[in-house]
């Protein structure tokens, strides 16, 4: 049902997307801050999503890809939320490219979940 | 009667299996009305409850976690840290086993060099099943007692004949079961010691050859290190290592008491470019060690087969093996008497185990214990008169010297031990060997695992622990009344079996 090439493929565009996202918020791109201005969290809340978004590409492209997937799946779980609750799918006139981004490493990462479910610590056994 | 305080597990659990769902629905209203930092907890929440509704309807292979939900998880928690619980808390000091806090102990404080007396009586219960020393109402002076000493290759008048100078060596393990560091350590202490040590079956016996200590080389079913491609002897390779000075005996396994009448597989996950050099093995492909040696078939050829080992090695060799049947050892005697081929040892394993990974079956419920083993052995030999031409070792639990005295009385002439030298290795029992998870380095080949083991260190306990064996011995043989190991026999132990088959319940001698 799973192909490990297509898991590392998964792992590999994640990771990718997930560190371009986070070298945004660190950088203070004007898109990314007006986004975490509008949810009352900048900076901090930006920092700090940045920094989670980093571990998770880390953890993706190392050895503990697993857990890497439950908190990349964790993230974008709460950019989904932030969207469809406050910022709404178009974002500064992009055409949804950023939601667009966000659904494709949602995608990614819940495969890399999905065929690495066994590996994931304390409950791996379970599933 | 319910009492008011009683906790109902299965009420929490669907309470748990709610509140969870409660919960998310309330952080995901504070992550929109309040702040939207509530829904790092909203995303939290949605994992877990996402994951319990998998547990409770989307699986069937855990029945607890299908019933009561994630509360049902901290049984698989609580349960996977109960080994180690109960070794540090609840197991009392006599009933862990292989070896109980008391056994260990001992062995710890030999191989630290602090005392190991105990007071206020012994923690062990008698209830006369347990096998007892006698002493003598005439103990011999210490300064009477004759040096250790046991010619193995004598009988045979060998140029090679080998002096054991300790009543304890260190028993069979290979590179391979053992890590680097834990092989170097024991060799380096049996060389301070000046005791032998077996190399285990694990082909050319590299890291025990590093520390110049003396070794018996001992040729498995596989014939690592020694054999072709086929797996049959190779006479050439083990002429040049019977060649080598560290190389003082050769010792032919036919079983051990790990698993008595079974084979093993390497699978090929294990073979490293290094295990392949060591053991004679080709790469990428799982090896058997087959349950018997190819060229022994029945008593003629395994007698053939000792023989030819003697000649090709020009050095004092054995057999291993733990007994099972009587009958084929009387008629593997009467061989060697035929064909004028007796071994220059025999190591007799008890069925106790040892450090060998094995099916479950084979540990518990094949092959004679050590006692009863050796008995038998000591007794067939002398019958068929040829006990006089060869020495006996035993193994099998012998870590502590009241042991060990019993295993020569009853007709051990040198005792073997793996275990405990481990112990001495600071080894705290985790039974984790074939896991390759060794938390104190010693079966680990992984480096993190090994750093602990300080070579130094720890050689220094492995000869503590042979000279306080040593020393005991003495003290032991001692109080027995005998100055020699040699001397002693049946009569110097108390075997409860008597005791318990009289009616009166009193020992008949």
Redesign the interface.
Known sequence: MTHPKLTYAAQGIAAMLLLLAAGMKFMGQPRSVAIFVS???DPA?RYLIAVIELAAALLLLSPFAALGS?VA???M??AI??HV??LGLVVNNDGGMLVGMLVVVLLCASYVLFSRRKEIP??G??? | MKSAITIDLEKMSRTANIGIVLLLGFFGLAGYFVSFYFHFLTVAFLLVVLLNLYWRHGQTSHALLANFGFMAQFRYIVESVGPELRQYLFASDTEERPFSRVERAEVYRKAKGIDSSAAFGSLLEFDRTEMKLRHSFYPVDKDAIEPFDVAVGAARGLDTTYHIKHPIMISAMSYGALGENAVRALARGAKQAGAAMNTGEGGFPKYHLMEGCDLIFQMGTAKFGVRDEDGRLDESKLAALAARDEVKMVEVKLSQGAKPGKGGMLPKEKITAEIAELRGVPLGKDVISPAHHVECTDATSTVEFIGRIQRVSGLPTGIKFCLGRTDEFRAMVQEMKRQETVPDFITVDGAEGGTGAAPKSFMDDFGLPLFEGLRMVDRILREEGVRDQLVIFASGKLISPGKQMKALSLGADVTYSARGFLLALGCIQALQCNRNTCPVGITTHRAHLQKGLDIDDKARRVANYIEALHHDHVDLLAATGKSSARQLAEENVYLPSRAAASPSGQERT
């Open positions: 949810l009352d969290m809340g439950v799946v964790g993230v779980c709460g939320i932030a609750t406050r304390l409950v056994d379970t599933l």
